[in-house]
């Protein structure tokens, strides 16, 4: 007699901690899926910071300055599009002589970088190139 109580009271206990296991595995879930989606929320929101563009410059034959950069997507979920590059043209002495702006159109997935090449004829006395994200829009 004591012995069929025990074994009741022991099946019991497996089902009631075998249906708390799958509320806790379905909540793990859905706690995932939660903090996936407050990530891609914060990516859409600040673009700019997951962005970053690196480059290199140098004047050809005729006198253009050709700047060669990449623009980087440091996302993790977001991709990116439509992307507004600063250009910034500098004397010797830091001053801003001009500013000019560059489009990316092409989409970067997360964790890609896409190349770029431009040309401009920067103003007299120009001697450095500063390059900045500006704007880019989510792409769907």
């Known amino acids: 007699m004591y012995r069929l109580s025990y074994l009741l009271l022991f ?4 089902l009631i901690s075998c249906k708390d296991g799958k509320k806790t ?3 793990k879930i859905e706690n995932y899926e939660q903090s996936k989606l407050s990530v891609e929320e ?4 600040n673009p700019i910071k997951f962005l970053s563009v690196t480059s290199s ?5 005729i006198g253009q300055k050709v700047i060669k950069g990449t623009v980087r997507n440091n996302a993790k979920i977001a991709s ?3 992307i507004d590059i600063k250009i910034s043209f500098f004397s010797k002495t830091g001053e801003l002589l001009e500013e000019d702006h560059e489009f990316i159109y092409e989409v970067i997935p997360p964790g890609s970088s896409v190349n770029f090449k431009s040309k401009f004829f920067a103003a007299k006395g120009s ?3 500063s390059l900045e994200i500006v704007e880019a829009k989510i792409s769907q």
């Open 42 to 45: 914060v990516e859409k929101e």
């Open 25 to 27: 595995e379905s909540k």
């Open 80 to 82: 990116f599009k439509d």
């Open 127 to 129: 001697d450095s190139v």
């Open 57 to 61: 410059d140098k004047k050809n034959i």
């Open 11 to 14: 099946s019991l206990l497996i």
